[in-house]
Nanobody, 126 residues
């Protein structure tokens, strides 16, 4: 079992920055795909960014490319999402998710992930 705990959310003005953390316990994240998803009220959960398996293969949604940066610290068993140039439309609950068996074609599908955190709220004021 993998337990995931997100932190770092909050209220920020448009143009500002936040760094989200996803700390894992129970098992090492080595070999796991770790992804960030977000869900705004009334919307489906959407893919934001992922580090596929070993960590060198990064993927981003087009809406955040160039503004968000995902990194992982395997020694701390933690994945980070640095969010810059935030926009009002980035407002959502952000979740991290993990899976060891995920294949690349399923990366952006939340139903394919076994482990989820409880989420952290990000609110961007315009």
């Amino acid at each position: 079992q993998v337990q995931l705990v997100e932190s770092g959310g909050g209220l920020v003005q448009a143009g500002g920055s936040l760094r989200l953390s996803c700390a894992a316990s129970g098992r090492t994240l080595n070999g796991y795909t770790i992804s960030w998803f977000r869900q705004a009220p009334g919307n489906a959960r959407e893919f934001v960014a992922a580090t596929f398996r070993s960590g060198s293969n990064l993927h981003y949604a087009n809406s955040v490319k160039g503004r968000f940066t995902l990194s992982r610290d395997n020694a701390k068993n933690t994945v980070y999402l640095q969010m810059n140039s935030l926009k009002a439309e980035d407002t959502a609950i952000y979740y991290c998710a993990a899976d060891r068996q995920l294949i690349l074609s399923s990366l952006r599908q939340p139903s394919h992930y076994d482990y989820w955190g409880q989420g952290t709220q990000v609110f961007v004021s315009s």
